[in-house]
């Protein structure tokens, strides 16, 4: 049934619309002409340096549309200390570009000061649950707003686990207040290695906790899925997006596209496909943000 | 049933499995290890087995060092070195120098350093490392502090009285890279994918600097390399001059130091001065 659109989705954070992740290809097409784009999520450690060209298209895009600060690097569940001087810098380029949210992987990137720079997954189990819930309130405290968790693609599943994916997600935003982004990329790659049904994850993930929807392509690697974020987004994945909207609402969705990256109209045509089936489940979606009107 | 380890013991065991120099299998085999050090903490299935899951993980770990970073940053290294050479001291260095920060842009600033020892041991050239050192610096340049560059409107503009004490200091986004074999060519040859030259054998600097978006170098002169010192640390014009004085007649001083003055501005490295214009 159609409904009006809202300012404010169900976790009561801003719906942005449809967007795209920034690519280096994509810089000057986007710096020169209008691009019709609601938003931007930035990979944050890309624009951690001072100066130069990263930053200041990212202030050129800044000042254009809506942006989300996306990390790869904060693993937050490594049993390592977390790393001080990333999150500072990480709050220095949050209070200069105002994203609407800061969000990061549910994972470990390495240990004993080392880093595998890759996003592995965890155990899902109570120890794991506090330790994770924990190191995100100290990063909220540090970043002085909410972190924003995105469930990861896996290809190694851990035999102590107690509970699901999904339910450590749940529980997750519940003890520790953060928000969750789903990406249903990594939900479809991740039912198909480890044997699960991808609709029982996304209804096991509460209503009001779901600020953001990532899309993405995968590769066949043997028998199992890999995601590589090089391919336009498999029917597979637009049902699990599908399933996603209708439980949720309209949520803010960007497409990832990292590898073998194609022109940039072909990437927003996958912006337009996720738009015209959340408006086809929800009816029009207008956004005030962007080029089509700034957001905040 | 096998005992849980903790969060902690968990990590450590399977990070140091998938940053091995090996392949998961070799690596357990070769520290005598059965695959239930992996099997016991790890679920696998009939279409791949807990340790092929697992060594999906080391192999990306591999590969993505290898080509996101290290090729993207040192393609003259790679072209002087060669495809499977290239590849071969990626594996030394990696195993030598693991990441150790949390953004991947640093995992391969060590390599200009690692370079040494390794170019030495393998009859690789011995400029190597200084051509890994000029393509480090030009990574490192590029999103290093914006400054303001001073223009020559903003040089013009200054009362000719005033000119000797202008200070005159570099843009924080420079570095400097010495070299005793002439780098620059190396690194030219690569970029127009030309046949490679056997670089001549002398002492230089070569300055990187960053002007808007452009990484450039070129080697200093044997003038600029003797100021540069001063120079990055800030001097006057006059002090410009005096220095100069040491090695020309005073005249022709002043006269060599506007002529490094113009070249500088046109450059685009010198810092926009406090004082005038």
Redesign the interface.
Known sequence: MAQSPPSKNAANVPFLGFGLGLRTPHYAEISEHAVGVDWFEAIS?NF?????????VLREIRERFALVLHGV???IG??DPL?QE?LKTLAVLANEFEPAWVSDHLC???????????L?P??Y?D??LA?VSARIAQVQDKLKRPMVIENVSS??????STMTEWDFLAKLSQQSGCLLLLDVNNIFVSAHNH?FNALDFVNGIPLDKVAQIHVAGHRK????L?DTHDHAVPEGVWDVYKAAIQRFGPVSTLVEWDAQIPPLHEVIAQANRAKEIAESLCGPLPVSNGERGRHD | M?K?????D???R??GL??ARDTVPEELQARGLAPSYVT????G?E??D?VG??D??NS??FF??LEDVLEADYPTVKGVLGEDSFKHMAADYIAAC????????Y?SERLPVFLKDWCASHDAPSWLPAVAALEWARVDT?????DPAMTMAQLQGIDPGTLPSVRLATIR?HRTVSSNHGIVDVWRAVEHDEPLPTPDEYENTVLVW?E??MVYHRELTHDEARIWPRLQTGMTFGELCEQLGETYPIEEAAQVAVQLLTAWLADGFLLETSNGG
Do not use: C
Not at chain 1, 48 to 56: F, I, L, T, V, W
Not at chain 1, 109 to 117: L, Y
Not at chain 1, 155 to 160: D, I, K, L, P, V
């Open positions: 450690e951690m340096r001072p100066g130069g060209n990263p930053r200041r690097s904060m693993s490594s049993v790393n990333y470990w990137s390495g240990t004993e000061g080392k880093f595998a720079h890759d592995l965890l155990p189990t120890e794991a330790h290809y190694m599943a851990f035999s102590q044997s690697r043997g028998e199992l890999l | 096998t849980p380890l903790s969060l902690s968990l990590q450590s399977l990070f998938i940053t016991e903490h790890l679920t299935d279409r791949l807990a899951r697992l999906i993980y990306m770990y993505r060092i693991p990441p150790a920060k949390p953004s991947a842009r995992a590029f999103d290093d502090v914006d986004a960053r808007d978006a």
